[in-house]
């Protein structure tokens, strides 16, 4: 199992940019075997989505609403992944967590608040 510890939320203006990040820990084999790591959010009275998605090859994967405006990054030396949030739009509010996935474990952040302010 690896831990998940995000920070860079908070509240911006629409318009405006945010880079939340995703710091992973555990033991070595853990850290190795994990394959993908990924940004959901859930707002209010929502169901939890997909943001972005990267795998450790670098392919990456949007949600339909994001493309153009967010891009998912890893550090694979540093363990972290990012996610840059340009163009913001009150309706990007939402708890946003971190996700890192492999064959043995589905590990999740505690997540971080975005608040996007019209």
């Known amino acids: 199992q690896v831990q998940l510890v995000e920070s860079g939320g908070g509240l911006v203006q629409a318009g405006g940019s945010l880079r939340v990040s995703c710091s992973a820990s555990?033991?070595?084999?853990?850290?190795?075997?994990?394959?993908?790591m990924g940004w959901y959010r859930q707002a209010p009275g929502k169901q939890r989505e997909l943001v972005a998605l990267?795998?450790?090859?670098?392919?990456?994967n949007y949600a339909d609403s994001v493309k153009g405006r967010f891009t998912i990054a890893r550090d694979n030396a540093k363990n972290t992944a990012y996610l840059q949030m340009n163009s913001l739009k009150p309706e990007d509010t939402a708890v946003y967590y971190c996700?890192?996935?492999?064959?043995?474990?589905?590990?999740w952040g505690q997540g971080t608040q975005v608040t996007v302010s019209s």
């Open positions: 996700n890192a996935g492999s064959s043995l474990f589905n590990a």
């Open positions: 555990g033991t070595i084999f853990s850290i190795a075997s994990i394959r993908t």
């Open positions: 990267i795998t450790s090859a670098g392919s990456t």
